[in-house]
């Protein structure tokens, strides 16, 4: 059973800076991709920043310049950090990977819990 444990969410002010980790655990053969979503009240999920194994990353444009992401492959675990926050950064964050968990089954979309982001004076 594959798991996504997100942490490093919080209240910051604008202009602060927060640094979320994802981890993933079970059964996993390979890891294709991993990201960051997130979704606040009312509007639907966004991809924020992806990282392809052994492939450059992609940002949402609202983000570039302010987030980064990366990955450490040994431990199956993704970070952003996100620097300059905004009060428009608020949202629930999810964590994303899509994995194989065997050498035969089809790659899978497995979802974190999500960590509230709160940007706010």
């Known amino acids: 059973q594959v798991q996504l444990v997100e942490s490093g969410g919080g209240l910051v002010q604008p202009g602060g800076s927060l640094r979320l980790s994802c981890t993933a655990t079970g059964t996993i053969f390979s890891i294709n991709a991993m990201g960051w979503y997130r979704q606040a009240p009312g509007k639907q999920r966004e991809a924020v920043a992806v990282?392809?194994?052994?492939?450059?990353?992609n940002y949402a444009n609202s983000v570039k310049g302010r987030f980064t992401i990366s990955r450490d492959g040994a431990k199956n675990t993704v970070y952003l950090q996100m620097n300059s926050l905004k009060p428009e950064d608020t949202a629930v964050y999810y964590c994303?990977?899509?994995?194989?968990?065997?050498?035969?089954?089809?790659?899978?979309?497995?979802w974190g819990q999500g960590t509230q982001v709160t940007v706010s004076s």
């Open positions: 994303n990977a899509l994995l194989r968990t065997d050498s035969v089954t089809p790659s899978h979309d497995y």
């Open positions: 990282i392809p194994t052994d492939r450059d990353t």
